[in-house]
């Protein structure tokens, strides 16, 4: 596709639900990125694949957090047992190749408000 | 000390004039450094990127980076209002390029 897209764009569930937002990145790119950001703030890191392989999840902040891409494409991140703590906007990026010379684009995110 | 330091604002400028955006870093050995425009609501958009001391220019905007002060800036040239936004400032401390890490953003209002 031309860009990252994510669905869904809001998100609203109440306390202790699971919620699954996914990520369809730019077609070809190797390298997928989710960030968490709070408003006022800039985006956190929550982890990142490269292909298949999620080779650093270090930000994800509970192991209620999971994220996966199975097929080297299209990711989701999942967040089981939702909190209060948990509202904010989850964005996904996408780079082309792996490397810090990598500019990552990013999708819309998803507002996700937990009641 | 945050990793990434950006003045919050708002910085207000008059339409055409010249908006400079500061960013100070605490990990010399921050590899990429990447300013993304954000309008309310809306994901962040790349605007520019740099690598290496000194300038680099695209249309209207200016990067600067110094490394052994470890700052980069921003130049916005003849200021619009459509340039309202928030200015991220963000960086890969690794040669890897996994995580950005980002500062809190700068608002600047460019007012006609």
């Known amino acids: ?23 369809d990145p730019i077609s070809g790119h190797v390298s997928l990125f989710w960030y968490q950001q709070a408003l006022g703030q800039g985006p956190e ?5 490269q292909n298949e392989a ?4 270090s930000g994800l902040p509970s192991d209620r957090f999971f994220a996966e891409r199975p097929e080297g494409s299209v990711s989701t ?22 490397g810090s010379m990598q500019p990552q684009h990013f999708g819309d995110g998803t507002r996700l408000s937990i009641l | ?30 590899q990429s450094f990447f300013w993304y ?6 994901s962040p958009e790349l605007i520019m990127f740099i690598y290496s001391n000194g300038d ?5 905007f200016t990067a600067q980076l110094n490394k052994a002060s470890q700052y ?3 130049l916005i040239r003849d200021s619009q209002p459509s340039d309202s936004a928030t200015y991220l400032c963000a960086l890969n401390q690794n040669q890897a390029g996994t995580a950005l890490i980002f500062g809190k953003g700068t608002t600047l209002s460019v007012s006609s």
């Open chain 1, 1 to 23: 596709g031309a860009g990252v897209s994510q669905s869904p764009r809001y998100k609203v569930a109440k306390r202790g639900q699971d919620v699954a937002l996914r990520c």
């Open chain 2, 56 to 60: 680099k220019e695209d249309g209207r």
């Open chain 1, 54 to 57: 999620q080779l650093d999840k």
């Open chain 2, 1 to 30: 000390q945050k990793e990434v330091e950006q003045n919050s604002g708002p910085l207000s400028v008059p339409e055409g004039a010249i908006a400079s955006l500061n960013c100070t870093y605490s990990d010399r050995g921050s």
């Open chain 2, 37 to 42: 425009r954000q309008y309310s609501g809306k």
């Open chain 2, 72 to 74: 980069v800036s921003l």
């Open chain 1, 45 to 49: 890191f929550l982890t990142y694949f």
């Open chain 1, 77 to 98: 991140l999942k967040i089981q047992r939702t909190q209060q703590e948990d509202s904010a906007v989850y964005l996904c990026a996408s780079s082309l190749a792996a």
